[in-house]
Nanobody
Framework: QVQLVESGGDLVQAGGSLRLSCAAS????????MGWYRQAPGNQRDMVAS???????NYADAVKGRFTISRDNAKNTVYLQMNSLKPDDTAVYYC???????????????WGKGTRVTVSS
């Protein structure tokens, strides 16, 4: 089995910073793309940032220049550094990873359970 566990969500004032982490564990052979998504109440889940296995990154327009995604392959962990936070960034943030498990050929997308970020004005 594979698990993704997010951490780092908190209540922060506008203009502040947070760093989210997502650690993957289990019978992992290889992790391909990793990414962060967010979902605010009443909204759909949207992509925030993604990073490929060779560190090519992609960001939603709303977070460009403020958020930075990175990964530590030795720790099977992806990070999201969030600066200049705005109330509109308030959401539950989910981690997603495309993982090839040991003994299997296919890649499967796994999701974490989310970590809540609240930005007060």
């Amino acid at each position: 089995q594979v698990q993704l566990v997010e951490s780092g969500g908190d209540l922060v004032q506008a203009g502040g910073s947070l760093r989210l982490s997502c650690a993957a564990s289990g019978s992992i052979l290889r992790i391909n793309d990793m990414g962060w998504y967010r979902q605010a109440p009443g909204n759909q889940r949207d992509m925030v940032a993604s990073i490929s296995s060779d560190n090519i990154t992609n960001y939603a327009d709303a977070v460009k220049g403020r958020f930075t995604i990175s990964r530590d392959n030795a720790k099977n962990t992806v990070y999201l550094q969030m600066n200049s936070l705005k109330p509109d960034d308030t959401a539950v943030y989910y981690c997603k990873a495309s993982i090839q498990r040991t003994g299997l050929f296919s890649r499967i997308n796994y999701w974490g359970k989310g970590t809540r970020v609240t930005v007060s004005s």
